[in-house]
């Protein structure tokens, strides 16, 4: 399956065939857009299953271990999160699915007021700050239930009414079935979360890639 962008603006991705675009995820984003930089962050991460968990983590891995991760914007603590994620499949599994919905049905019913007045901020500070996040900013949407925290009782009022939302929403499922497989999410406008991993998965392996724009 070759890279349709069409599907991408429609449903907050688009999977497709890497092989059939470069030959290692770094030259496959390079090949679609412009990679983003991000200091402390390698141009391309490995991701592993690992069931260790740890008290004081800062990944959703070190906080659920095999579970499910729940859905969520990478990076949303950042005052703006890169706006594109590609993963790239090394070792495939069928025991393990990748969830997307869409952000903005979300949101439809809410007061552009509250949402613009909705406070929230990083868990920790970011560069030394704590800047004031809201969970949509004009042209993105934000999610994450842990590592962004409402201040006051508007900004918890309307966290819990996404949280129910996104409870009975009805996501994409997509399985990452053979190596070279890719799945760019637009991490602007869609949220995303990842199943339970069982014994059989334990070796999946998944390489990621951020992106601040798409050129294809």
Same mark, same amino acid.
């Given at each position: 399956?070759?890279?349709?962008?069409?599907?991408?603006?429609?449903?907050?991705?688009?999977?497709?065939?890497?092989?059939?675009?470069?030959?290692?995820?770094?030259?496959?984003?390079?090949?679609?857009?412009?990679?983003?930089?991000?200091?402390?962050?390698?141009?391309?991460?490995?991701?592993?299953?690992?069931?260790?968990?740890?008290?004081?983590?800062?990944?959703?891995?070190?906080?659920?271990?095999?579970?499910?991760? *729940?859905?969520?914007?990478?990076?949303?603590?950042?005052?703006?999160?890169?706006?594109?994620?590609?993963?790239?499949?090394?070792?495939?599994?069928?025991?393990?699915?990748?969830?997307?919905?869409?952000?903005? *049905?979300?949101?439809?019913?809410? #007061?552009?007021?509250?949402?613009?007045?909705?406070?929230?901020? /990083?868990?920790?500070?970011?560069?030394?700050?704590?800047?004031?996040?809201?969970?949509?900013?004009? #042209?993105?949407?934000?999610? #994450?239930?842990?590592?962004?925290? /409402?201040?006051?009782?508007? +900004?918890?009022?309307?966290?819990?009414?996404?949280?129910?939302?996104?409870?009975? +929403?009805?996501?994409?499922?997509?399985?990452?079935?053979?190596?070279?497989?890719?799945?760019?999410?637009?991490?602007?406008?869609?949220?995303?979360?990842?199943?339970?991993?069982?014994?059989?998965?334990?070796?999946?392996?998944?390489?990621?890639?951020?992106?601040?724009?798409?050129?294809?």
């Amino acid at each position: 399956m070759y890279f349709d962008p069409n599907k991408l603006k429609n449903n907050g991705f688009v999977d497709f065939n890497g092989n059939l675009i470069g030959d290692d995820s770094l030259d496959i984003a390079n090949n679609l857009g412009k990679v983003a930089n991000i200091p402390g962050v390698d141009l391309v991460q490995t991701l592993v299953p690992s069931n260790i968990i740890k008290t004081e983590a800062s990944s959703y891995s070190g906080i659920y271990g095999f579970g499910e991760f *729940p859905f969520h914007s990478d990076m949303a603590h950042w005052y703006r999160p890169p706006r594109f994620l590609m993963l790239r499949c090394i070792t495939a599994s069928k025991f393990v699915s990748t969830k997307i919905i869409k952000a903005a *049905p979300l949101f439809e019913h809410e #007061d552009p007021n509250d949402l613009r007045r909705a406070l929230f901020r /990083p868990r920790r500070r970011l560069e030394g700050r704590l800047s004031p996040l809201r969970l949509f900013e004009g #042209d993105f949407y934000r999610w #994450d239930y842990l590592f962004i925290e /409402p201040i006051g009782k508007l +900004a918890k009022s309307l966290q819990v009414r996404i949280e129910e939302r996104i409870s009975i +929403a009805t996501p994409n499922v997509h399985i990452f079935a053979h190596t070279g497989a890719c799945l760019i999410i637009d991490n602007w406008q869609a949220f995303h979360a990842r199943s339970s991993i069982p014994f059989e998965a334990s070796n999946r392996k998944i390489e990621r890639v951020y992106l601040s724009e798409l050129t294809m």
